[in-house]
């Protein structure tokens, strides 16, 4: 539950997007395709406090329990790259959970304009909103998904690697976190009063950081900066950057992408979390 001044103020999205995003310059066709034979999965409604929140998860056919993954979106929505991703990781053997961290803020389904997206949806999230609902979502992946609570992490990109950061400062549990290319600076508001940055030196859980050379909006020295005072305190920051890389080069719906750094931070990812207990 959320305390005062954040408030609940009911779902714009009931469901999500079919599809990929309308919110990009350009959209090509998703590179990687992945089945859902051996798995369950599909869209759920998980349990928010304030009702049902739309989600998408995945997970091996079985008894498990299976670890659990949070699964925290770009920008654009849980659309179908989104979902992917998460049938990827239930192939690696996990109950991977996305859900709509903005479907209180507006219907991404809609939306073309990023600006748009980042002036209405993005900038009124407030921060203890989305994090309760990766709350949620745990609470849910564990009652109702055959997740194991011993067994928690979480991956996001863009602002969704921001997430990342300022969850694994929130949640105690949590055992990895994979951010990639998340913005680390940032306006701080009263909705969102801390940045990645800020919050370096205080998480709980070892965290892979994957980011671009060639990232025109997050520079690798404010990466390198969020690495050292995270060690300075006593925590674990792995950094690894692709000099070539873009921002989005995980992203292989968009021009963006970048296969051979987008496969090996994958490939990294996976035995990051296994190294961790996950």
């Not at 739309?54 to 079985?62: D, H, I, K, L």
């Not at 008894?63 to 992917?84: A, M, N, R, S």
């Not at 507006?106 to 997206?117: A, N, P, Y």
């Not at 194991?148 to 929130?170: E, F, I, K, P, Q």
Request: hydrophobic share 45%; glycine share 10%; net charge neutral.
């Amino acid at each position: 539950m959320l305390t005062p001044p954040f408030s609940r103020r009911g779902f714009v999205m009931t469901s999500l997007i079919s599809g990929l995003t309308l919110a990009t310059t350009a959209v090509e066709a998703q590179v990687i395709h992945t089945d859902a034979s051996g798995l369950v999965a599909g869209e759920v409604q998980i349990p928010a406090g304030d009702g049902p929140m739309p989600g998408y998860r995945a997970m091996p056919e079985g008894q498990g329990p299976f670890p659990v993954i949070l699964v925290i979106e770009e920008i654009f929505g849980v659309h179908d790259y989104i979902k992917d991703i998460c049938r990827r990781l239930a192939k690696a053997g996990y109950c991977a959970v996305a859900p709509e961290l903005y479907a209180r803020q507006g219907d991404l389904s809609t939306m073309t304009d990023v600006k748009v997206i980042v002036r209405d949806v993005i900038s009124k999230t407030p921060d203890a909103q989305w994090i309760a609902d990766l709350d949620a979502s745990t609470a849910w992946a564990v009652a109702a998904s055959n997740g194991d609570a011993s067994r928690l992490a979480t991956m996001g990109w863009c602002r969704g690697g921001r997430g990342v950061w300022l969850y694994a400062a929130h949640r105690r549990d949590l055992k990895a976190g994979v951010a990639w290319y998340g913005a680390l600076g940032g306006e701080r508001t009263a909705l969102q009063p801390r940045t990645a940055d800020d919050v370096a030196g205080e998480i709980n859980a070892p965290i892979l950081a994957l980011y671009g050379g060639a990232d025109t909006g997050i520079p690798v020295a404010s990466a390198e900066a969020a690495r050292d005072k995270a060690r300075a305190a006593g925590k674990s920051v792995d950094l690894v950057v692709y000099p070539d890389a873009p921002h989005g080069f995980h992203a292989d719906y968009r021009p963006s992408y970048r296969r051979e750094p987008a496969e090996d931070g994958w490939t990294r990812a996976l035995a990051f979390f296994k190294a961790r207990g996950v």
